[in-house]
């Protein structure tokens, strides 16, 4: 990860979420590298090692291991980037503790998250 590229990393269990996600990123923002990661223990390992590298976390709330607020707490020992919520659930968005997460975004809003990741990244 180096250059002037942008690293996000996305954690979500659907692989077609992350596909989805990866795909809709990087045609939509230029110079975006996506990190997807099916599991918490290995977004963590890469946060671990990398989390000063990384400028964006999205995640789902409902990932194995450690939902969405224990991923995010646990990302804050790593990394202080911004992370958003992208989940299925409206009313996990809207309970979203803030003090950990950017935003919460519903996930069938995705154009919604494009302006988000753009305006946290610091894209026009």
């Known amino acids: 990860m180096i250059g002037d590229e942008k690293n996000i990393v996305v954690v ?16 939509s923002i230029p110079g975006v590298i996506v ?10 390992e890469e946060l ?4 000063d590298e990384i400028d964006l976390i999205i995640t789902d709330y409902n990932v194995p291991e450690l939902n969405g607020d224990g991923l995010a707490k646990k990302a804050k020992e790593f990394t202080d980037c911004p992370i958003i919520l992208f989940s299925g ?4 968005v809207h309970s979203a503790q803030k003090d950990l997460f950017k935003i919460a975004i519903v996930k069938d809003k995705p154009l919604q998250l ?7 990244l610091g894209i026009s």
């Open 114 to 120: 494009i302006e988000e990741v753009k305006e946290l």
């Open 12 to 27: 979500d269990d659907d692989d077609s979420i992350l596909e989805m996600l990866s795909e809709l990123l990087q045609d």
């Open 35 to 44: 990190h997807c990661y099916d599991n918490t223990e290995l977004a963590l």
């Open 89 to 92: 659930n409206s009313s996990v």
């Open 48 to 51: 671990e090692y990398s989390g």
